[in-house]
């Protein structure tokens, strides 16, 4: 959807923009997954609750990095939170 955004971008940050909407889709899509993975922990092979707060954990790194991504498109086109 970001994409769409694309003819709003500044020639001189086209490369800033891409890199930045695919960054991303990759932290949110891997918090996704990491999430989801922490919620069945316990109830995997080999799982504990240290394993539940390491995938949270690697979760929360993958929210900051989308949050911060996010951030650089918003800045590139110039926008206001």
């Known amino acids: 959807a970001m994409l769409r955004l694309k003819d709003l971008v500044p020639s001189d ?3 800033d923009f891409y890199d930045a909407v695919d960054l991303f889709a990759q932290n949110a899509e891997e918090a996704s997954s990491m999430a989801f993975v922490s919620s069945w922990g316990e109830a995997n092979p080999g799982g504990g609750k240290d394993r539940v707060q390491l995938f949270i954990e ?7 990095a989308s949050r911060d991504s ?12």
Do not use: E, Y
């Open 58 to 64: 690697r979760a929360k790194k993958n929210v900051i």
């Open 13 to 15: 940050r086209d490369m």
């Open 70 to 81: 996010l951030g650089t498109v918003m800045d590139i086109l110039d926008l206001k939170p």
